[in-house]
């Protein structure tokens, strides 16, 4: 058993602690890979791990719970243990992190009126209940209990998202009155309003910032924090989709900054190993426009999204030996890259056509995914018209986040973000056929992760479809999530050039390596790889390849499902490089 308190520093079992950090999200990496990321954190200089714990990975489902694979985070903890890491858990039910709704799960939206993040008391007795499950497998894992688990975190940068004190308050009692007895943590800017929204009484606060360590430092410690931490030491960014480049930092300066930061107090790199949003699981912000993530959350980091290591690491290891002096090495094993060449089509099939094998609910209004009981992936909705012999405009009201709109199998429109905000008039007359079938085909793009923007994240279309100013009755919905795409049989058809679609590919692995899939002259897609959501590609990039990780890899043959939405189709490709733009 131990002891870690904060005073006027750090101090583990009674001894002055410099805390240097680095985040692994441990849902972002696969198990196989957990150590080799680990050692090479350890390698580099850092006493201690950081990661969150996304809500949305451990109870996907409503009292469904997930402590397995990807979402092992006991395993993780204990490994980190083994090699003689200390640990920072962030279990506080929002964590933002680029991560699809912050952390939050996505059926919180199924209950009208509750509201997010506050002492809602509907929204806090959720909390509670995904607590009573979480928080028991934690306790064991503190340093009070011979564990390496030395702070918790109540909430994360609430101060820039509200001021309900008693929220944190009732965040702060749930893990005490649940076993926690590790100091508690709040993370916020080290500006006035988010640090005074932000604090709560008996939690030490923490800052989050990527520059001006000094002046950063400075107004934190003017508002009588001491001793002084940087919980999210940012040495990268995100990229989302359609922003030009991979976002990228000058590793020098970023490196001297963290030095500046172990010189006044302590510190966690954000992140020292991105990893990748696996599945659908990208976050998105919303300011002035939707941007979804990418699949990729390689961060800029000091590892690379495939864990090798970078220049940006050496700078960041020099600035932590000038402190602490040199840190003896452990060995980890090559993971090689490898090149498996093209995948070979082997079936394919129209999505819509394929989407008549699976359940449609019959509604008298659109429904929202959300109510349907669905998370991710896309939403069909789909009709007869007999009233109509043109369409002239379209409209879909409250609906969220991309749209194709589909006449008798031919796509027609298009709508993205703000375009589903106002009715969408056609170029020219569209013709309707009585009795024609018309069909809008949805996907949730990820959920916005920060900002008040979180309460309006329904996706589907939950108001209504309004054809040429007039309500359209009459529907039938069905959810094309994961489980329901991956089921999907297509033998005996073949895909519609200029229409959504499945195809099955196979390529065939002799040594398992990483690998890097590229998709030249496709359009947009979700992509499966043996039964695994490996993410999403869109032409706009900048993400040019998917990262596919040996251990999800057979020996033998391997099979590739991509589901395209924009009616497009060209090579697939298995290389030896990433190409993040």
Known sequence: MGTFAIKDDFYLNGERFKLISGSIHYFRVPPDYWRDRLVKLKNMGCNTVETYIPWNGHEPHKGKFCFTGLYDVEAFVRLAQSLGLWVMLRPSPYICAEWEFGGLPAWLLQQDGMRLRCSDPAYLAHVREY???????????????????????????????????????????MLRERGVDVPLVTSDGPEHDMLACGKC???????????????????????????????????????????????????????????????????????????????????????????????SYDYDALLTEDGRVTEKYRLFQAEIVKRVGPTPQMTTEDIPRMAYGEAKEVASAPLMTLAEQLPAVQSLVPRSMERLGQSYGYTLYRTTLTNEAELTSIRLVDANDRAHVLLDGHIIA?????????????????????????????????????????????????????????????????????????????????????????????FRVEQRGDTFLALPGWGKATVFLNGFCLGRMWEIGPQKRLYVPGPMLRQGENELLIVET????????????PDLG
């Open 131 to 173: 607590y009573d499950v979480l928080i028991p497998r934690l306790v064991p894992l503190q340093i009070t209990h011979g564990g390496p688990v030395l702070l918790m975190q109540v909430e994360n940068e609430y101060g820039s998202y509200g001021d309900d004190k008693a929220y944190l308050a009732a965040l702060r009692d």
């Open 201 to 295: 009484e008996g939690v030490f606060q923490t800052g989050n910032f990527g520059s001006q360590t000094q002046a950063r430092f400075g107004f934190m410690a003017e508002q009588g924090i001491q001793p002084l931490m940087c919980m999210e030491y940012w040495c990268g960014w995100f990229d989302h989709w359609g922003c030009g480049k991979h976002a990228r930092t000058d590793g020098a300066a970023s490196a001297r900054e963290f030095g500046e930061i172990l010189d006044r107090g302590h510190g966690n790199i954000y992140m020292f190993h991105g990893g990748t949003s696996f599945g659908l699981m990208n976050g998105a912000n919303y300011y002035d426009e939707l941007t979804p993530d990418v699949t």
């Open 414 to 506: 298009t709508l993205y973000d703000r375009e589903l905000l106002t009715a969408y008039t056609f170029a020219q007359p569209v013709p309707v056929r009585s009795g024609a079938r018309l069909e809008i085909l949805v996907e949730n793009m990820g959920r916005v992760n920060y900002s008040f923007m979180l309460e309006r994240q329904r996706k589907g279309i939950d108001g209504c479809v309004v054809l040429n100013g007039h309500q359209h009755y009459g529907w039938e919905m069905v959810a094309l999530d994961e489980a329901a795409l991956c089921s999907l049989q297509m033998e005996g058809q073949s895909a519609m050039a200029g229409a959504p679609s499945v195809r099955r590919l196979s």
């Open 566 to 577: 924009e009616g497009h189709t060209g090579k697939a490709l298995l290389l030896d490089e």
